[in-house]
């Protein structure tokens, strides 16, 4: 019990970290997009939706100096994402990045491509920490009907 709950709490500060995060995404400016990545790398702390992949930080940090942001952000969404990009008018930029099971998708929008593919990506991992956090908070005593009986 103390290990459900020790993990509900863990999942309940690293959701309102990345609450925190997101809303810092949608107020950033095209000339810090990098800086949210850089941000990102440290706050996710593995790659994926579930955050259980590796992120090759050095890597990421490379693409970032040359200017590849978009790339240092498919890094951290891991090989097997899926998403979906545009630009419309006065740059403003739509991402979707859809889970893995295909059940849940995250939309955002941004200043810049990295930036709305981030923050997707981003909302896509709050989305399946709450969902996750939704299952622990399930009363543990069997509903007063089976305990009649």
Excluded: W, Y
């Amino acid at each position: 019990m103390a290990s459900t709950l020790n993990r509900f709490n863990d999942d309940r500060a690293r959701a309102r970290r990345l609450r925190e995060f997101l809303h810092d995404c949608a107020g950033s400016a095209a000339c810090e997009e990098v800086d949210r990545v850089r941000e990102a790398v440290l706050e996710l702390g593995g790659s994926g939706i579930e955050g259980t992949g590796t992120i090759d930080v050095v890597a990421v940090h490379a693409m970032l100096d040359c200017g590849a942001v978009t790339n240092a952000v498919l890094e951290l969404m891991g090989g097997d994402a899926c998403f979906m990009l545009s630009r419309g008018v006065q740059n403003v930029c739509l991402a979707s990045v859809v889970q893995n099971d295909g059940a849940d998708e995250a939309l955002a929008e941004g200043p810049t491509l990295g930036l709305a593919l981030l923050a997707a990506h981003v909302s896509a991992v709050l989305a399946r920490i709450e969902k996750s956090g939704e299952a622990t908070e399930a009363p543990m005593t069997p509903p007063a009907s089976m305990r009649l009986h």
